[in-house]
């Protein structure tokens, strides 16, 4: 059992900068793939980004490459995803996510999630 808490949303104008912290319980936190999704209001959770258990070969939604990057510290049981040039369009509740199998990244099928922290990007 893996459990997962957010950290670090909040409000910022176009251009700033917001880093999230996934704080996640358990000793096996480095046997697990971790991913950022976001869910924007009236619209389909969306998959922003992955890492691998070894944190490697980071994954990027198209529309965050070059401006999001995701890292993670095994020793402290922690993901991050830091956000930079944030654009309006961001303005959604970004939730950290577990999984064993790497092919759940992306499909967003995953074992275990958090309960999101809102990022509101304001124009």
């Known amino acids: 059992q893996v459990q997962l808490v957010e950290s670090g949303g909040g409000l910022v104008q176009a251009g700033g900068s917001l880093r999230l912290s996934c704080a996640a319980s358990g000793r096996t936190f480095s046997t697990y793939h971790m991913g950022w999704f976001r869910q924007a209001p009236g619209k389909q959770r969306e998959f922003v980004a992955a890492?691998?258990?070894?944190?490697?070969?980071?994954i990027y939604a198209d529309s965050v490459k070059g401006r999001f990057t995701i890292s993670r510290d095994n020793a402290k049981n922690t993901v991050y995803l830091q956000m930079n040039s944030l654009e309006p369009e961001d303005t959604a509740v970004y939730y950290c996510a577990a999984d064993r199998r790497q092919s759940a990244m992306t499909s967003g099928i995953c074992d275990y999630w958090g309960r999101g922290t809102q990022v509101t990007v304001s124009s």
């Open positions: 890492i691998s258990w070894v944190g490697r070969m980071p």
